[in-house]
């Protein structure tokens, strides 16, 4: 029997997608599991990972190995406390600084994180007067005013925070958009901001920290579950829309933003995505209780990786991706294939083919594990073509495909 070919994970999820496995993928590194809380949103700055752990409130991982992370802090005040969105921010001569948002508290809190292995609770702490109906508050700063802090507060719509000079005060007024806000994107230049959930999406241009928004058109009809979004660049916004994947909203003309069908299918039920413009620009996708999805700038998927946990965020860091796996932190490294045309991966209608390069061998034998470092040895079938298919594939766990050329030996 000749040497493995290659072998990608598959399962019930993967089915109904369109598309093909390209040469790169997101290699798995290091991580640790079984978090004393719930890994539900994931901020990095330097070698320092923050979660946002729930009922834990806070930890801090130190990931300058990233095939071996290390929990090395933690703050868990007094009372009860479910923290659901979290980010870094530098705030010059004032420190560094990470802001939690808690859901249990309906609250918004600052902690000073300058020193990484010893995070100080802030006297700041803002009420964020939110109804939590189990999707929490999501925190994003604006990268180029990095004074801004937004969040979106279901409820209440969208707050805007000015934190730098200090004291910290919020902006006013706040923006209701007529729905329960889950999530926003802001555009490069931080002075607009498209918000999205229940199925609508509207912008809001804020000029100033005090002083009027401009409130742009409301489109609804949308796919229902808003998770999280991004911008790509300053014309596309890009939702991860749970079991409708990802959706695309063109904003070139801020007052006309135009819905742009059909979705995108990530494998799963999309819940948060995060994007880098190295490598040509790069998409990953966390897919609750799925794998993580890899796309590139036109949408095109390129790549399916397994998770140990169940991606609750997603953030680059050069070339790794940091996942907030609800039980785990996971770090992944971009990585191109030795052999981009060794082995495509496509989706047939409810069914798996397997396709790969033809290398002269007589026979191909399939081979399928639910452990992706197993031994391989349950047979499922074999060809004399360079293609396989697997009907009926659905399957739970996961499964593993291997592709080993045989020449009748």
């Known amino acids: 029997m000749k040497n493995l070919i290659h072998f990608l994970a598959l399962g019930t999820l993967f089915l109904t997608l369109s598309g093909f496995v390209s040469g790169e993928t997101l290699e798995p590194l290091g991580y640790i599991c079984g978090l004393p809380g719930e890994a539900c949103a994931v901020t990095v700055y330097g070698n320092h990972a923050y979660i946002a752990e729930g009922l834990h409130f806070l930890s801090v991982f130190d990931i300058s190995d990233p095939l071996n992370p290390q929990r090395v802090a933690e703050l868990n005040p007094a009372g009860n406390h479910d923290t659901k969105g979290i980010v870094f921010q530098y705030a010059q001569s004032a420190g560094n600084f990470v802001w939690l948002g808690d859901a249990e508290r309906d609250s918004l809190y600052r902690i000073n994180v300058s020193d990484p292995l010893h995070p100080v609770m802030d006297e700041y702490r803002w009420p964020l007067l939110s109804t939590y109906d189990g999707i929490g508050i999501s925190v994003k700063t604006n990268t180029d005013d990095q004074s801004a802090v937004y969040v979106a507060c279901e409820s209440t719509g969208l707050r805007k925070f000015r934190s730098w000079p200090l004291p910290p005060q919020e902006c006013a007024p706040y923006e209701n958009a007529g729905f329960n806000v889950v999530s926003f994107a802001l555009t490069p230049n931080g002075y607009r901001v498209w918000m999205g959930g229940q199925g609508c999406f509207r912008g809001l241009d804020y000029l100033a920290c005090v002083g009027y928004d401009l409130v742009r058109p409301l489109i609804c009809g949308l796919p229902p579950e808003f998770r999280d979004a991004v911008m790509p660049n300053a014309n596309e916004v890009w939702i991860a829309a749970g079991d409708s994947g990802i959706y695309k909203i063109n904003v070139t003309n801020p007052e006309i933003p135009t819905p742009i069908r059909p979705c995108t299918p990530t494998g799963g039920f999309a819940t948060a995505l995060d994007w880098t413009a190295a490598f040509g620009g790069r998409l990953v996708v966390g897919n609750l209780n799925g794998p993580l999805a890899l796309f590139d700038g036109s949408m095109n998927r390129l790549a399916l990786i397994p998770t140990r946990g169940s991606p609750q965020d997603v953030e680059w860091k050069d070339d790794l991706v940091i996942v907030a796996s609800f039980t ?37 034998r399939i081979y399928q594990d639910t452990n992706p470092e197993g031994t391989f040895d349950n047979y499922v079938g074999s060809t004399t073509t360079n293609s396989y298919r697997i009907e009926d594939g659905a399957s739970s766990p996961l499964l593993f495909y291997v592709v080993k050329a045989w020449d009748g030996h």
Do not use: M, Q
């Open 328 to 364: 785990c932190l996971e770090i992944f490294r971009w990585s191109p294939f030795d052999s981009p045309e060794e082995l495509v991966i496509a989706v047939d209608g409810p069914d798996i083919v397997l396709t790969w390069l033809d290398d002269g061998s007589p026979v191909y």
